[in-house]
C-alpha cells in the first residue's frame, strides 16, 4: 500500500490537474496511435500516452481505471478504451476511443487475412509463420512464468492448486471454458473468503 | 454448420465467449482454439497457430486475432462482426459498470474477487500455452525455439519484436 501523500513518486515533474478534456478526434487519434505502436501489448503505449505525454489522468486514476477493467470480462485494453473515452467525453467519447483503439488495427489485420489466404500455402511463408509461432508460444510461456512468480513466493496451497486445475482442465482435459469458470470462479471467491477472514481474525 | 447463417454463429459464439473472457485475451486462446478447430471446424490446427502468430506480430491489442478466425469463416464481414463481437459488449459492460463504480466504495469485495480471479486466469494462459505449443513445436528445434525465447523473455527486457523475428529468420532458414 502507497502512502497517500505521495501520489506517483516516480513522476514528481507531472501535476494532477486536469487540462482541458479533449475532443472526440483528438481521443480517436491518440488511441489509434498508441494502438498502431503496440506490438505485443498496448497497455505500455496506453499508459504513456494518457499519464505521461498527454496529462488526461494522473498516475493514480490510471491504476484505478486500469484495475477495474481488468476485473471485468473482455479485453483489457478494450474496455479501457471504452471507459477512459467516456470518463472524459460521456459515451461518444468511449465510442470515440473504442474505434481509435480497434478501427486501424483492425483493418491492418483484414489485409493480412486476405494475403494470408491466399498465400498461407506458400511454403515460404509457411516456415517463415512456423518460427514466428514457436517464438510466440515462448513469449506467452515467459509472461505466464512473470505473472506467476508473486504466487509462487507466496505460497498459497489454494491459489498454485485452482491454477494448476484450471490448466489441467482446460489445456490436457480440453473441458469448455464455461463449465470450468462456472466451478472455478465460486470455488476461488469461497476460498479467498475463507482465507482472509482466517488472516483477520 | 449447414443452415446456420456463418456471421451469427460468428457473433453468437465470441459474443458469449467475451463475456467469460476473465484475464483477457491470452485467457480466451484455449477456448478459441477448442470452438474453431475442434467444434466448428473453422480452421485446422496449423491454420490456427499461424492466425496467432499473426496476431502476436501485427500492431494492436492481441485480442485481435478473433479477426483472423472470423475472415477465414466468413470473409471481410466475418471479420468485422467477429472483432465487434468479441469487444463491444464488455466494452459496454465496463462502460455501465464504472458508472456504477463511480465513487470509490469501502467494500472490499471487488479487490477480493481480483484476488481470486488471478490463480485462475494464470492457470488459462498456461493452458494457452500448451495448446498452442503442441500445434507448433513439432520438431526438437522447434522446441528448444520456444524454451530459448521462453528463458530469454523471463530473465530479459528485449522487446518481443525482435525474438518474433528471430523466430521468423529461423523459419525461413528451414531450421524449425
Sequence with gaps: MSPDSAPAAQE?????????????????????????????????FARRAIVEQHRWMTADEFNETFALCHFLPGPNIVNLSMVFGARLRGIAGGIAAFAGLLLPPTLIMTVLAVIYARFGNVEVLSRILAGISCA???LLIAVVFRMMTPLLKRMEPIALLLMLGVFLAIGVARLPLQAVLLVAIPVSIGAT??????VAA | MNTENPLWALISTFGLMSLFAVGGAAAAVPEMHRIAVDVHHWMTDKQFADAYAIAQLSPGPNVLIVTLIGYAVAGIPG?????????????????????????PSQSRWPALIQAALVPLSIGLMAASALILAQSTDRTIAAVLLTAVVA??????????????????????????
Excluded at chain 1, 18 to 37: D, E, N, Y
Excluded at chain 2, 79 to 103: G, K, W
Excluded at chain 2, 151 to 165: E, F, M, Q
Excluded at chain 2, 167 to 175: D, E, R, V
Aim: hydrophobic share 60%.
Design chain 1, 12 to 44: 514528481p515533474d507531472i501535476p494532477a490537474v486536469h487540462v482541458q478534456p479533449p475532443g472526440l478526434l483528438a481521443l480517436f487519434l491518440a488511441f489509434a496511435r498508441m494502438s498502431l505502436a503496440g506490438f505485443g501489448g498496448v497497455l505500455v
Design chain 1, 136 to 138: 510466440a508460444v515462448g
Design chain 1, 193 to 198: 473468503f475463507l482465507l482472509r477472514r482466517k
Design chain 2, 79 to 103: 471479420a468485422l462482426a467477429a472483432t465487434l463481437a468479441m469487444c463491444l459488449p464488455t466494452a459496454l459492460v465496463a462502460y455501465y459498470v464504472s458508472r456504477l463504480l463511480n465513487r
Design chain 2, 151 to 176: 528463458v530469454i523473455a523471463s530473465v530479459s527486457r528485449i522487446n518481443p519484436l525482435w525474438l518474433l523475428l528471430a523466430g521468423g529468420l529461423l523459419g525461413f532458414a528451414g531450421i524449425v
